[in-house]
């Protein structure tokens, strides 16, 4: 039997996420860091008031 190994994000503020698959765990590590760039992309585009508040907060 052939495991399957699946990472998702999501975004915390509205149902938006993104998800891929890979055949081994190794394989999940850019496929991760690859989507966590593509969320945060869609928080700077898509919530770009809500970023901008989180930022100020936090920097």
Known sequence: MTR???VEVHC???DWYAGDWAPSQLGLIPIEEALEEL???HIKTVHP???EKKG???G
Do not use: M, S, V
Request: proline share 7%; aromatic share 14%.
């Open 12 to 14: 915390p503020i509205c």
């Open 49 to 51: 008031l809500d970023f």
């Open 39 to 41: 969320a945060a992309e």
């Open 4 to 6: 399957i190994y699946k």
């Open 56 to 58: 100020q907060t936090n």
